[in-house]
């Protein structure tokens, strides 16, 4: 799964310096888990720092840790955690729409 972000990823990446920003970015993800990839594609995609993996990612630990020990979180992000950075963003800012399809019910539930 990490190769295949890398390349979307990439591929963004290039699209931001390459394309006219007037097509909207549009992207559906299918298994989003904690939705953390799928808030950086949005954001380089879209080149707008509104798509904060950082703030997305506390809130999500947040609201599972109303429900779940301390533990219970960690074992959820012992994967890693997502960061933003800066070569996420272009400079060049385009509309956009993320969608997210979750077929794990566990998932889901959280």
Same mark, same amino acid.
């Given at each position: &799964?990490?190769?295949?972000?890398?390349?979307?990823? !990439?591929?963004? @990446?290039?699209? &931001?310096?390459?394309?006219?920003?007037?097509? $909207?970015? #549009? /992207?559906?993800?299918?298994?989003?888990?904690? !939705? &953390?990839? =799928? %808030?950086?594609?949005?954001? %380089?995609?879209?080149?707008? =720092?509104?798509? *904060?993996?950082?703030? +997305?990612?506390? /809130?999500?630990?947040?609201? #599972?840790?109303?429900? +779940?020990? *301390?533990? &219970?979180? *960690?074992?959820?992000?012992?994967?890693? @955690?997502?960061?933003?950075?800066? /070569?996420?963003? /272009?400079?060049? @800012? @385009? =509309?956009?729409?993320?969608?997210?399809?979750?077929?794990? $019910?566990?998932?889901?539930?959280?």
């Amino acid at each position: &799964q990490d190769v295949i972000v890398g390349l979307l990823e !990439g591929f963004l @990446r290039h699209q &931001q310096t390459h394309d006219d920003s007037e097509y $909207p970015f #549009l /992207s559906i993800s299918i298994g989003c888990n904690k !939705g &953390q990839d =799928a %808030i950086k594609l949005a954001r %380089i995609g879209t080149g707008s =720092a509104e798509y *904060d993996v950082d703030s +997305w990612l506390d /809130s999500v630990t947040a609201s #599972l840790s109303q429900n +779940w020990t *301390d533990k &219970q979180v *960690d074992e959820m992000f012992k994967c890693g @955690r997502t960061k933003n950075v800066d /070569s996420d963003l /272009s400079g060049t @800012r @385009r =509309a956009g729409e993320m969608h997210c399809v979750e077929p794990i $019910p566990s998932n889901f539930v959280m």
